[in-house]
C-alpha cells in the first residue's frame, strides 16, 4: 500500500493544461498567415474614351462577328469572303493574320441577342492569342 | 526571523497579477473583434461566371475595384442596390471622380444578351471610366477539350 500510493502522487495523471492556449494561438496564427482571400479575376480591357475615334484603313480590321448561336462569322477588311468558325478557332486566325499585318485590329461585333458566353469566349481567344487592339461593338442592322 | 503577523499575511496573498486567465481574455477580445468586424462587400448575387482560359488575376487594391453585377434578365446592381441602366453614368461618374485608379469589374451571368453589356459599357464611357475588367472564371483547357 506504501509504495502504490508513493507512485502514484510521483506521476501526475492529467494532461498538463498549460500550454494549451500557447498551442491554440499556434494554429491560430498558422491559419492567418496561410490564408488567401480569393482575388478578383477576369479579362481586362480598357474602353476607347469618349469622342475617341480614329480612322481605321479597313484593310487593317479583322471583323469578327458572333451571331446569337454562338457561330462566330470572319470578315477580312474590304473582301466580303466570310468564313464561319467556332468561337475556339479565332485564336488560331488572329495569330495567322497578326502575323501578315502587324496592325492589325480585332473588331468583335455582338449581336444584341448573343449570350454573353460567346462573346467572352472570342474575347479569351484574342487575349490568349496576345492581341490588345480589340474594339467591342454591337452588331447592328442585321 | 521574527515569526510575527506581518509576515504571515505576506505569504496568503500573492504579489502576481494572475496571468492563467490571460489566454481566455485575449481569445474573448479576438472573437469579440472577428464577430464585430464588417468587411466591405457586396453580397453574392447568384450568377453562373463565363469562363475564359485567359483569366488573370487583378492586380488592383480591393478598395479600387467597383463590381458591377448584371442578372441574367439584365437587372444591374452597384453596391447592393438596382439601378437603372441609363443611371449607371450618374453612379459611376462621383465615384470615379473621388479615386482616379478605379477599377470597374464588370459581373455578369454567362447567358445575358450582349445588348446589356454592351449599353453597360456606353454607360461607363460616358461616366470616364475606361479601365474595366470583365469578370470571368478560369477555365480549364481540360474542360474546352470536351466542349
Wanted: proline residues 3%; charged residues 25%.
Amino acid at each position: 500500500m506504501a509504495v502504490m500510493g508513493n507512485k502514484k502522487t510521483k506521476v501526475s495523471d492529467e494532461i498538463p493544461s498549460s500550454s494549451m492556449a500557447d498551442i491554440a494561438f499556434l494554429l491560430l496564427i498558422f491559419f492567418l498567415v496561410t490564408t488567401v482571400f480569393p482575388k478578383d479575376k477576369g479579362l481586362s480591357m480598357v474602353l476607347p474614351e469618349e469622342s475617341e475615334t480614329v480612322e481605321v484603313s479597313q484593310k487593317n480590321i479583322l471583323h469578327i462577328l458572333i451571331q446569337p448561336n454562338g457561330a462566330v462569322t470572319i470578315k477580312r477588311g474590304e473582301s466580303q469572303q466570310e468564313q464561319t468558325v467556332r468561337p475556339g478557332d479565332v485564336e488560331a486566325i488572329w495569330r495567322q493574320d497578326v502575323a501578315q499585318n502587324e496592325n492589325l485590329i480585332a473588331g468583335v461585333k455582338t449581336h444584341p441577342d448573343t449570350p454573353y458566353r460567346f462573346m467572352i469566349d472570342v474575347l479569351d481567344a484574342l487575349q490568349s492569342a496576345g492581341a490588345e487592339r480589340i474594339s467591342l461593338q454591337v452588331l447592328e442592322g442585321e | 526571523m521574527s515569526m510575527k503577523g506581518g509576515l504571515n499575511r505576506k505569504s496568503k496573498t500573492s504579489s502576481e497579477v494572475p496571468s492563467s486567465s490571460m489566454a481566455d481574455i485575449a481569445f474573448l477580445l479576438l472573437i469579440f473583434f472577428m464577430v464585430s468586424t464588417v468587411f466591405q462587400a457586396d453580397k453574392e448575387r447568384g450568377i453562373e461566371w463565363a469562363q475564359a482560359e485567359a483569366t488573370e488575376k487583378i492586380d488592383e487594391k480591393q478598395k479600387n475595384i467597383l463590381n458591377i453585377w448584371v442578372e441574367a434578365n439584365g437587372d444591374v446592381f452597384i453596391n447592393d442596390v438596382q439601378r437603372e441602366m441609363s443611371e449607371v453614368r450618374t453612379v459611376v461618374a462621383p465615384l470615379y471622380r473621388n479615386n482616379q485608379s478605379m477599377v470597374i469589374s464588370v459581373r455578369s451571368d454567362r447567358n445575358v444578351p450582349y445588348r446589356y453589356i454592351d449599353l453597360v459599357q456606353k454607360e461607363l464611357v460616358a461616366a470616364g471610366v475606361v479601365r474595366v475588367v470583365f469578370a470571368t472564371e478560369l477555365e480549364q483547357s481540360m474542360t474546352r477539350e470536351r466542349r
